[in-house]
T-cell receptor
């Protein structure tokens, strides 16, 4: 069963607009962690933001914020004031409570239009 | 901090040959992960180590895949009797603690002809 679901295979957004990338997850653990990574066309995986399941505040890192809705099991990434350089694949990932295994979703390809 | 280093960057091999990839994690990162990524897909978990102990291995991996981390530093991933379906990018990542993000290498791209 899919544990990380990213329902948007591709998105087109106008430069300077905000964009929300969806991620839902499935776990029965109480303790887990959620990550977002960016992968530009060059291929490197760039860490963006982390949210722990017990964190009460939504995580923020510069233009990135994570909209964490625990009851809905969603962890959407919000990018404010999008830039051309934000065009990339974005992956949501989860570390389940029992161990250190981290699993990834299939990703969303984001295109920022000038 | 010199980052996670993977060698080789590219490997082309014929079907049936064995290949071995190397990963040097960031020093003092005791957790090391291997992932496989095909075009347009997310990284697929293969295995991970805490120090020299291999703590989990994906059920998706056949017996042709083996990984080692003999001294808790660098790691190798070997694929025996390669098949065309093994063609992918093989990513290595490391982290110092459970709650910290993974630091990825640039990957080894394997092409099996």
């Amino acid at each position: 069963a899919q544990k990380i679901t990213q329902t948007q295979p591709g998105m087109f957004v106008q430069e300077k607009e905000a964009v929300t990338l969806d991620c839902t997850y499935d776990t029965s653990d109480q303790s887990y962690g959620l990550f977002w990574y960016k992968q530009p066309s060059s291929g490197e995986m760039i860490f963006l933001i982390y949210q722990g399941s017990y964190d009460e505040q939504n995580a923020t890192e510069g233009r990135y914020s994570l909209n964490f809705q625990k009851a809905r099991k969603s962890a959407n990434l919000v990018i404010s004031a999008s830039q051309l350089g934000d065009s990339a694949m974005y992956f949501c990932a989860m570390r389940e409570g029992g161990g250190d295994k981290i699993i990834f979703g299939k990703g969303t390809r984001l295109h920022i239009l000038p | 901090d010199t980052g996670v280093s993977q060698n080789p960057r590219h490997k082309i091999t014929k079907r049936g040959q064995n290949v071995t990839f190397r990963c040097d994690p960031i020093s003092e990162h005791n957790r090391l992960y291997w992932y496989r990524q095909t075009l347009g897909q997310g990284p697929e978990f293969l295995t991970y180590f805490q120090n020299e102990a291999q703590l989990e291995k994906s059920r998706l991996l056949s017996d042709r895949f083996s990984a080692e981390r003999p001294k808790g530093s660098f790691s190798t991933l070997e694929i025996q009797r390669t098949e065309q379906g093994d063609s992918a990018m093989y990513l290595c990542a490391s982290s110092p603690h459970r709650e910290t993000p993974l630091h990825f290498g640039n990957g080894t791209r394997l092409t099996v002809t």
